[in-house]
């Protein structure tokens, strides 16, 4: 799986009259990872932010700009469902950035593989001995080479 960042940024349009910045700058990473960290920067000095991963149904609580950071679960985070606001000392709240492509972040590690001879062609079925060199190759994630 790919992880790690790819540096994509969210700019709000407009901010909000009492704040310096736009809204936070969200940086998230491959449409596929093993790692949910989202980056947040671009936080006014003395302003707080809030994140949503509900396209702004549920905001968590306030974060002081000293937390850059906050954690995706395992699961799929559809286009503009990842959001960041900031807030300012007045409690004006700033618009929002969003992540602009599908998120999957997926931690469970695959199923062992197993190989087994596809024909074993010694005096026992189980013994191991074949003159087939033909192998079978199962329970591997599919996708990755399948």
């Known amino acids: 799986m790919a992880a790690g ?3 994509t940024t969210l700019l709000a349009n407009t901010p909000v009259s009492a704040l310096t910045s736009a809204a936070p700058l969200i940086y998230n990473f ?3 990872s093993n ?3 989202v980056r947040v920067t671009g936080v006014d000095a003395n302003a707080t932010w ?3 991963t509900d396209s702004g149904s549920h905001w968590s609580a306030e974060r002081s700009v000293g937390t850059t950071i ?3 679960t395992e699961g799929s ?3 503009g469902s990842i959001r960041v606001r900031q807030t300012d000392l007045a409690g004006n709240v700033s618009t929002f950035s969003k992540n602009d492509a599908l998120i999957t ?9 197993t190989v087994t001879l596809s024909n ?9 001995i074949t003159s087939n060199g033909l192998i079978t190759v199962s329970q591997y994630e599919r996708g990755w080479g399948s």
Do not use: H, Q
Not at 120 to 128: C, E, I, L, R
């Open 120 to 128: 074993d062609t010694g005096t026992s079925s189980a013994d191991g």
């Open 70 to 72: 906050f954690t995706l």
């Open 35 to 37: 790692d949910g960290t």
């Open 30 to 32: 491959s449409s596929l």
């Open 50 to 52: 809030s994140f949503s």
């Open 5 to 7: 960042m790819n540096g």
């Open 77 to 79: 985070y559809g286009a």
């Open 105 to 113: 972040i997926d931690t469970t590690a695959p199923a062992t593989p």
